[in-house]
């Protein structure tokens, strides 16, 4: 058999041996991904008697009587994934958006309304207030928003990596938040129901 012949035989069995390698590892680390995913997912099911779907990266359910979902996302344009608490409480009205930013330098943090009906701060700045000192917001920024077309009220934050996901008692006390901020925009939004 000709060198050449072998030499070449000899880089095939090299090439599919290392696409086999690779095929191997991505399954391997795509599963532990998943794995890793559905573990933190699951016990947020719970608190939403609900479930959890690891395709979707989301969870759904019920908390006090509202329907509620939790969701990993990407920021428009993928500058980064985020965690996305909503509860669902159409009171109609205004959309409103409120966020936090937080300096570097370690200044004071700035909240600033994007859209300011006129009597939506007086109600929810209280309670928004109250958020800039929850342990699991104290680093970088954080957005609270009610869609009337959605909805819902919702809190996102960034994720640092891919398992900061909230657990059970910081969810818990989030699912809190927002369901005492639908309540105080329910009453503004829709007054005397």
Not at 70 to 98: C, E, H, N, Y
Not at 157 to 163: D, G, S, T
Request: proline share 7%; charged share 20%; hydrophobic share 40%.
């Amino acid at each position: 058999m000709s060198p050449y012949v072998s030499f070449g035989l000899a880089m095939c069995a090299i090439c599919l041996i290392a696409l086999a390698g690779t095929s191997y590892l991505a399954y391997y680390f795509n599963r532990k991904a998943k794995d890793d995913l559905e573990r933190a997912l699951a016990p947020l099911a719970g608190v939403l008697e609900g479930k959890a779907d690891v395709e979707e990266a989301i969870v759904t359910g019920r908390y006090r009587g509202h329907l509620s979902t939790a969701r990993v996302s990407m920021l428009p344009g993928g500058m980064g994934r985020v965690f996305q608490i909503a509860l669902v409480d159409g009171a109609g009205g205004q959309k409103w958006t409120w966020t936090l930013s937080r300096s570097k330098e370690g200044g004071p943090p700035s909240g600033v309304f994007e859209h300011e009906p006129a009597d939506i701060p007086g109600a929810v700045q209280p309670l928004l207030d109250a958020l800039t000192s929850d342990p699991a917001l104290i680093e970088g920024w954080f957005r609270v928003e009610y869609d009337p077309e959605a909805g819902h009220v919702q809190l996102t934050r960034p994720m640092h990596n891919r398992r900061d996901i909230p657990g059970v008692e910081t969810f818990s006390r989030f699912l809190d938040d927002l369901y005492d901020l639908a309540g105080a925009n329910r009453s503004v939004q829709a007054p005397g129901t």
